[in-house]
Structures are given as C-alpha cells and as structure tokens.
C-alpha cells in the first residue's frame, strides 16, 4: 500500500501512471469482465478505472483502505 501511495503522490508523471497500470488493471479487468461478460467492456471500464484518481479528487483516503480495494469499488460502480 505504501507504494501505491507514493505513486499517486507523484501521479502527473507518465512513469508512475505506468506503474499503477500494470500493477493494478489485471485485477480490474478480471472484476469488469466478471460483471459485463464483455472483454471490449471490461477493457473500458478497467480503464476509466485507471482514469479516476486523475479525473476527480480521489476519494480514497490511506489507512482506510487499500488502493487497490478502491480501484475495484470504481469498476465495480462503473458498470
């Protein structure tokens, strides 16, 4: 967890985007695809997934939960 909030503490950074990327998008495509039983759909959700935390003020607070825990709420209110 402490990593991933170093990398969003340094999010305009095209590298740390990467990180996060692939460290969290397989399990979030796995939710997505789970759900829609659409891969094309579970791309796109697991991706503006991915997107929020740029979009919007994140509304994950560390020591609440995982990050990767709030990603998969994202997907999952998404859909």
């Known amino acids: 967890m ?3 909030v170093a990398l969003l503490a340094r999010v305009a950074g095209p590298r740390s985007c990467h990180l996060l990327a ?3 998008a ?3 495509h796995r939710i997505a695809w789970r759900i829609t039983g659409d891969m094309h759909e579970a791309e ?3 991706q503006e997934s991915l997107l ?3 979009d ?7 020591g609440r939960t995982s ?3 709030w990603l998969c709420r994202v997907a999952v ?3």
């Open 44 to 46: 796109d959700i697991s």
């Open 26 to 28: 397989p399990q979030l």
């Open 56 to 62: 919007q003020p994140p509304s994950w607070q560390e």
């Open 22 to 24: 692939e460290r969290h």
């Open 77 to 79: 209110n998404r859909h």
């Open 2 to 4: 402490a990593d991933d």
């Open 67 to 69: 990050l990767a825990a």
């Open 52 to 54: 929020r935390p740029w």
